[in-house]
């Protein structure tokens, strides 16, 4: 097969056409400075509000509750930080899970170097947190919980209606970062009982490094970064209009189809077939997860070595187990969800998007049981 078969989209997606047309104009002649006077500046500030309503309806927002960011990162790192300067005065104890992206972890181990408690909750086999759990880690001095909507690296998908109504119920803020989530499935601000959701558009066929922290009414957000007052005074910066037209086209697109019926045959048919290899399984919860995410442990294998050998039959996929940053350690979803280290190892994420056909999936069903055989093949610590 010539070509690519891209089954990353987890990580990334190409830009959606509807994504694509919408924002090219805005990075031909309507480059204007969305704060200038003139017209072309004018033209520029009317296409982000256009976006913004968009986006707002998409997830049943009101215009007012949405600002554009660059990215889910700087969202995240928004939504933690002003959430807990917000209640300053009520406490210094967050709770968290064990599976969040490092954008929600590591902005939490930043604020325990700046004398916060955080609160790592446990997850289950499959990812999920236990409601008890939460319930028993709530304090008086608990400002915010921040829990993600649905992993990036298992599928998993999380009950976010019912812990942030655990969270209400405490008057504690709840955020979730739903970057894996919008432009996946449904999602709506009300139904989900949160303050604040963060989302970002490359991940659903918008551009990168352009993203959406949705804040609910009367939360009167510190600015994350300060300078010239754009987006009400919250997020300084010229606006990347290219990039905010493109998400809100992108999503626009997207939510009316979700979840997308092709993407799910696609991800089923390769996780059917692809647990017939022996020791296999499917990491993530079975029920509960995203439609696109095709998520494995397969023993005996080194994830790494796997996707060089995939990449070298020009299939893009990603293992939880790669060496981030020069270190050996498996991911912490993995090891969270309790596989054991040699285990862990074995990590496959196969994430279908929309422009994934038929064609994809036979082509990795076909090469990727052979790749695998030959890794056990080689391992000296291997036995069938
Ligand atoms: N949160 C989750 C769950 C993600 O999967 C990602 C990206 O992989 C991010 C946050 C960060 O988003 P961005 O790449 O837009 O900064």
Known sequence: MAGTVYLDNAATTKM???????SMPYLNEGYGNPSSVY?????????????????????GALPDEIYFTGGGTESDNWAILSAVELKKDKGKHIITSAIEHPAVLNTS?????????????????????????????????????????ANNEIGTILPISEIGGIARERGILFHTDAVQAVGHIPVDVKELNVDLLSFSGHKFGGMKGVGTLFAKKGLNLPPLLHGGGQERGGRSGTENVAGIVSLAAALNDMMPRLPLLKVTQIRDRLIKELLKIPKSRITGDPVNRLPGIASFIFEGIEGESMILLLDQCGICASSGSACSSGSLDPSHVLLAIGLPHEIAHGSLRLSVGENNTDEDADYVLEKLPGIIAKLRDMSPVWHE
């Open 39 to 59: 017209s072309v500046g004018q033209d520029a500030k009317r296409a982000i509000e256009n976006a913004r309503n968009t986006v707002s309806e998409s997830i």
């Open 109 to 149: 181990k930043y604020l325990e170097k700046k004398g916060y408690e955080v609160t790592y909750l446990s997850v289950d086999q499959y990812g999920q947190i236990s409601m008890d759990e939460l319930r028993d880690s709530v304090r008086d001095d608990t400002v915010l919980i921040t829990i993600m909507m």
């Open 16 to 22: 959606s056409k509807a994504a694509l047309e919408a």
